[in-house]
């Protein structure tokens, strides 16, 4: 009796071999179109359907890819602008393209840092107008200083006065 292992060997020997050996039938479809399939064709087909010799001499030989049943790409090889064929890019078209890609990308960062900036400084005077706000608020008599450079203690005109202003500003800065 053989052992499992000798089995197996014979097992795979005899598929490597089946692969080895399998057919390939070539023949052309209703629509004009040559077909390579490893299954014998239908019994429609236009002509008669060969068998190709997979091996030669020096190893086995490519098998042509076998068409899918899938549709056609109707853009490929084409340039969607126009219809008409692509055509490869010339170093100079290229070296513009990526000069063009560079400066756009050196624009959105500088646009970008602008913004950073000024979200901080928002940022900045949201903090100060709410704290203003929550001192105006508290009651606590707050001073300021004239133009002479004399203190007053703000009255309850001035006050409201300046309460209307630390909103209006925490309404255009803190967003």
Same mark, same amino acid.
């Given at each position: ?45 236009k ?19 076998v ?9 490929a090889?084409?340039? #969607?602008?126009k219809?008409?064929?692509? *055509?490869? /890019?010339?170093?100079?078209? =290229? !070296?513009? &393209?990526?000069?063009?890609?560079r400066?756009e990308?050196?624009?959105?960062e500088?646009k ?10 928002n ?14 608020e508290?009651?606590?008599p707050?001073s300021? #200083? ?5 203190? *007053?203690? /703000?009255?309850d005109?001035a =006050? !409201?006065? &300046?309460v ?11 967003k």
């Amino acid at each position: 009796m053989k052992t499992p292992i000798q089995l197996f060997v014979a097992l795979a020997v005899l598929l490597a071999a089946a692969t080895v050996t399998a057919q390939v039938y070539k023949w052309v479809d209703k629509d004009g179109k040559v077909q390579y399939t490893d299954i014998p064709p239908p019994t429609d087909v236009k002509g008669t359907p060969k068998r190709v010799d997979t091996r030669s001499a020096s190893g086995p030989a490519a098998i042509p890819a076998v068409p899918t049943k899938s549709a056609p790409d109707k853009d490929a090889g084409k340039d #969607t602008a126009k219809g008409a064929p692509a *055509k490869p /890019l010339t170093l100079e078209e =290229r !070296s513009k &393209e990526s000069d063009k890609r560079r400066a756009e990308r050196v624009e959105a960062e500088k646009k970008a840092t602008e913004q950073a900036k000024l979200d901080k400084a928002n940022q900045e005077r949201c903090k100060e107008a709410s704290h203003y706000l929550r001192d105006l608020e508290t009651g606590r008599p707050i001073s300021t #200083t004239d133009d002479a450079g004399e203190r *007053k203690i /703000l009255d309850d005109a001035a =006050r !409201s006065a &300046e309460v209307a202003r630390a909103r209006s500003a925490m309404s255009q800065s803190c967003k």
